[in-house]
């Protein structure tokens, strides 16, 4: 189950990958396609987002930032 960090609102453009980059901002970068190569990435939202282990920092559906718990493996004894 995901919860909500921070309402963005990003409107997602085709052909692009939105993330969160490690300074806590929303990002963007050209995808790979057909064996071109990706883009640089540009910064298209500062929010300053700091994370918590753990956690998997997404873009919904809604263009906001929300994080879901990772499903980690136990270890073996």
Known sequence: ???KVQKVGITREKGYL???DKQGDVSK???AR???KGGKPSKVEKTGITRE???LYFI???GDVSK???ARRKKKK
């Open 1 to 3: 189950m995901a919860a």
């Open 18 to 20: 939105y993330y969160l």
């Open 29 to 31: 970068a050209k995808m």
């Open 34 to 36: 057909g064996g071109k």
């Open 53 to 55: 282990a753990g956690y």
């Open 60 to 62: 919904d559906k809604e």
């Open 68 to 70: 879901a718990k990772m």
